[in-house]
């Protein structure tokens, strides 16, 4: 009965865990979804106001080549761009998760420790698994990369993802302070003072890479932190890969 009754209470702490990580990576999908609309949208306005006075940019600009005033062409030409208020635009691949989601979590980064990012996404129009999922994945690598990177002198985050005949590959590399912190099992802790809720973002990574057959690989040397991750799409499970 005691065993029965444990088994009972774990399934139902397990289910209550799974709901509320549901429930959290839905709400930031749709916050993402209306950054994304609004990079959009503010694409559109932009090119519309751009064109209805490109007549008058290009006489000005015609006017400052003729009297040859080079720098003030070249100064007014730069200000265009940044006329309008356009918001930053990371990625552009076609696929609206990834792209949701790279333009929410890039810019925030961006705002939050000054780093440009190094990028290069490279995958189909279609979706390649599940939008949970990769919002888990690349929402907690990313938070993580961005706490880190905040804490470190110099800033540096680089994010390339590709797929490939059924496999997604992600590798996420940045710097930090370069002091990390393990339990006696090697599983990196949370530097943060308070640690509920803090430090299981790696694990529930672990969780989806194990729905996928996947495989993750951390390192880090000279103050750089790399995270490697290979996910397999339902026509690779199975078949022998080795993260490189």
Not at 54 to 74: D, I, Q, S
Not at 174 to 196: C, F, I, M, P, Q
């Amino acid at each position: 009965i005691v065993n029965i009754s444990t088994y009972h209470i774990y399934h139902k702490i397990a289910e209550s865990h799974k709901r509320d990580m549901q429930r959290a990576a839905l709400l930031q999908e749709n916050q993402m979804y209306a950054r994304q609309l609004e990079l959009l949208q503010q694409s559109q306005q932009y090119v519309r106001v751009l064109r209805h006075d490109m007549k008058n940019h290009m006489l000005l600009l015609n006017t400052y080549l003729e009297k040859g005033e080079y720098g003030k062409a070249r100064e007014y030409a730069g200000s265009l761009a940044k006329s309008h208020g356009m918001a930053q635009e990371y990625v552009r691949t076609g696929n609206m998760e990834v792209d949701s989601l790279l333009n929410y979590k890039l810019e925030l980064i961006c705002r939050r420790t000054g780093c440009i990012p190094r990028l290069s996404v490279k995958v189909p129009r279609e979706p390649i698994m599940a939008e949970v999922d990769l919002n888990v994945i690349l929402g907690n690598l990313l938070d993580n990369a961005a706490e880190a990177v905040e804490m470190a002198d110099e800033k540096y985050l680089e994010l390339q993802m590709r797929y490939d005949r059924n496999v997604l590959y992600i590798s996420i590399y940045n710097s930090y302070d370069g002091k990390v912190e393990a339990d006696r099992k090697g599983r990196l802790l949370t530097r943060k003072a308070r640690k509920e809720g803090h430090g299981i973002g790696l694990e529930s990574v672990k969780l989806v890479l194990g729905k996928y057959g996947g495989k993750m690989k951390l390192s880090h040397e000279n103050c750089i932190f790399k995270v490697d991750l290979m996910l397999f799409g339902k026509a690779a499970v199975g078949e022998e890969k080795e993260l490189l």
